[in-house]
């Protein structure tokens, strides 16, 4: 049980960080470097439990990776480089682990078992298994869950509509194209975060996307080459910091390298049309969109958001929810659905604990609406990630601003994202480690 008495931001949050690198980026690096030919060097990428679960996977499967100072070596040896597993993969906690898994697996020549923790049992596995059978891949789910079976095939390339705004889900089609028998096309629902085709197309796949049209087409006939990867910072852990200076009387801080991809970038966006005192230094570096984020404490308007402005900040809803209980009106979110089907069921749990510090949030079937002009007392002094780790640090921000003597209940969670935000928070706070 973390006591968040002892962080109370007296003095508001002042200087200038890093966060650590990319989550979703490192992810696709790690995997794409496994199935590609050669040596890929991968810096500043992330170290949470979730890219962990997937560089212990892909260990699993036969990929040699060595890891140095300043960088991750991953020596791929193509699709045929992977291995049947000796024993089952264990997800644990990361659905994009999971879901990604299954598209670089579809068209292997083994099969392999996979299995979570009980948050991944929970999350849905048909929205994946569903469109890759399209492509031929033979899947055995437990009525849609965890633990499942997938056995390689050979793919034969089709055209696939997408029926959730997902990038896992997305990503895994993509990677299992690059194995099927001619071109793929694929639908989106929604734009989603691109950062597997950017990457693969630096490898030299053969992909092309068209953002009218929202398609990307794949072909298996390109070739990946190992490449050197310098992953930014990740904007869904910068956010935190964003949102805790903006709300907390006397902040003004700076974070360094952000990842600043446009499909990742709506929370900007939204702190700037909330009224946020924000500035942001573009990088002129190759590769994905990367700067510098600067904010000051703001006096915030409240917002509606609607279906088509929630994938560009899926994971940093939690936050928008604290965000408009600061906010001088009314907020509204909708078209949010998606939140009921992450680490915990985000629509409630967010409902849930932010009540219990006297915030009046309703939650709504798909989104909430919560008015940042009534605070009521403290409800309840106890709050709690339910293991979901952007519950968790959501929650620790929340806190900043309170006297009572708050606690939280399963703070481990934040590891999966973030292992060192604690220390980050700390600095910020200027309070001694
Ligand atoms: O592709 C990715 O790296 C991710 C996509 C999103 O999930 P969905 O694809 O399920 O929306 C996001 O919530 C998750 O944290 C990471
Ligand atoms: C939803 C998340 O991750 P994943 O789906 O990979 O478990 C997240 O990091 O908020």
């Not at 099927?180 to 639908?187: D, E």
Request: proline content about 4%; hydrophobic content about 40%.
């Amino acid at each position: 049980m973390l006591n968040l008495q002892k962080l109370q931001a007296v003095n508001g949050l002042q200087g200038q960080i890093q966060v650590p690198g990319d989550k979703s980026i490192t992810h696709r690096a790690l995997m794409i470097g496994a199935v590609a030919q050669g040596t890929t060097i991968l810096r500043n990428f992330a170290t949470g439990e979730d890219c962990q679960t997937t560089s212990k996977a892909l260990k699993d499967l036969g990929v040699h990776m060595e890891q140095n100072q300043q960088a991750l070596i991953i020596h791929g040896q193509g699709f045929a480089g992977l291995r049947q597993p000796f024993h089952t993969l264990q997800m644990n906690n990361s659905g994009t682990t999971t879901r990604l898994l299954l598209g670089l697996l579809a068209g292997s020549n083994f099969k392999a078992r996979l299995n979570g923790d009980d948050s991944l049992k929970r999350r849905p596995m048909a929205r994946v298994s569903q469109p890759l059978a399209q492509l031929g891949a033979d899947i055995t789910t437990n009525q849609g869950y965890l633990p499942l079976v997938i056995e390689g095939q050979s793919l034969k390339s089709t055209t696939i509509q997408l029926k959730v705004a997902s990038a896992q889900v997305k990503s895994a089609i993509i990677l299992a194209a690059l194995q099927a028998q001619g071109t793929t096309k694929i639908q989106e629902l929604l734009p989603t975060r691109n950062h597997t085709e950017l990457m693969l197309q630096q490898f030299g796949a053969n992909l092309v996307t068209d953002a009218t049209n929202q398609t990307i087409t794949v072909d298996s006939t390109g070739t990946l080459v190992g490449q050197p990867i310098n992953v930014p910072g990740d904007i869904s852990s910068a956010a935190f910091f964003l949102v805790a200076a903006a709300i907390t009387p006397h902040s003004k801080i700076t974070i360094k390298n952000v990842g600043l991809n446009p499909t990742r970038t709506k929370i900007l966006t939204v702190l700037k049309q909330m009224g946020a005192r924000i500035a942001i230094t573009p990088h002129t570096a190759p590769g994905e969109p990367r700067g510098d984020v600067s904010i000051q404490t703001s006096h915030l308007q409240p917002i509606q958001l609607t279906e088509s402005d929630i994938p560009a900040l899926i994971d940093e809803l939690p936050l928008l929810a604290l965000l408009a209980a600061h906010a001088d009106g009314v907020s509204q979110i909708n078209g949010a659905q998606e939140l009921r089907f992450k680490e915990s069921d985000r629509l409630k749990t967010v409902a849930q604990e932010l009540q219990k510090l006297g915030v009046v949030i309703q939650e709504l079937p798909d989104g909430w609406i919560i008015d940042g002009t009534k605070k009521k007392h403290i409800q309840d002094v106890h709050l709690d990630s339910h293991g979901d780790h952007r519950i968790g640090m959501m929650l620790i921000i929340a806190a900043l601003n309170s006297d009572a003597p708050l606690t939280l209940n399963n703070e481990a969670a934040i590891a999966i994202s973030y292992p060192r935000f604690l220390t980050t928070l700390k600095k910020l706070l200027g309070a001694r480690l």
